[in-house]
């Protein structure tokens, strides 16, 4: 079967850093998404890797190892707005996504 | 650009009644739209895949005659809950695939709200 796992929640300070780990088993892959959720809102795009390595965007980064299965999500100098729930996604080989449970990340000041 | 919209944001209804949602491509050419249900503190889960001028496909479990679905065409697809019920009560999502585009692509509408009394 599928599968897609993610700690259910991380607590973390304002101001520092934290990495969320998502591991999964699909059948085939066509890129793994991070997306960040606000409660009651829909999931806004945040990086898409298919290659192994780092993706850095602005405070984000995003890491790839297609061989172990694994990525992980990487924010930097966290502020209070990042508090949301974190998905990973994993595209198959029929191009549908396959979601993870969701991390929700808690800021503390 | 890539804007999805979703009509209406959120919907209260009597048990038995039947409510029908929209998703539109308001900026591009959607030929595949796919439906999602979320349920508190949980994943999003895909209910059924819907493309243009086609038959929607349905995921295991999802029934296809309660979630009725019309993609008549490139930038609206419809979802209509049949019969509503309490526990159909939920956050449903669409997003839309862009043609052209890169198959990795999906645009995420804002989503609706359903309460079923």
């Known amino acids: 079967g599928q599968n897609i796992d993610q700690p259910t929640e991380m607590t973390a300070t304002e101001g520092a850093i934290v990495q969320i780990n998502c591991t999964y088993q699909t059948s085939g892959f066509n890129g793994l998404f991070w997306y960040q959720q606000h409660a009651g809102e829909a999931p806004t795009f945040l990086s898409y890797?298919?290659l192994d390595g780092l993706e850095e965007k602005g405070r984000f980064s995003s890491f790839l190892s297609r061989s172990k299965g694994y990525s992980y999500l990487l924010l930097k100098e966290l502020q209070m707005k990042d508090s949301a729930s974190y998905l990973c996604?994993?595209?198959?080989?029929?191009?549908?996504?396959?979601w993870g449970a969701g991390t929700k990340l808690i800021i503390k000041p | 650009g890539a804007v999805v919209s979703q009509h209406p944001s959120w919907v209260i209804c009597k048990s038995g009644t039947s409510v029908k949602i929209e998703c539109r491509s308001l900026d591009f050419q959607a030929t595949t739209m796919f439906w999602y249900r979320q349920f508190p503190k949980q994943s999003l889960m895909l209910m059924a895949t819907?493309?243009?001028?086609?038959?929607?496909?349905?995921e295991q479990g999802v029934e296809k005659d309660k979630f009725l679905i019309n993609h008549a065409s490139l930038t609206l697809s419809t979802l209509t809950v049949t019969s509503a019920h309490p526990e159909d009560s939920s956050f449903y999502i669409c997003s839309a695939r862009p043609l052209p585009g890169d198959y990795n692509e999906q645009f995420f509408g804002p989503g609706t709200r359903l309460t079923v009394l």
């Open positions: 819907s493309n243009e001028g086609s038959k929607a496909t349905y």
């Open positions: 996604a994993v595209m198959d080989s029929n191009y549908q996504l396959i």
């Open positions: 890797n298919v």
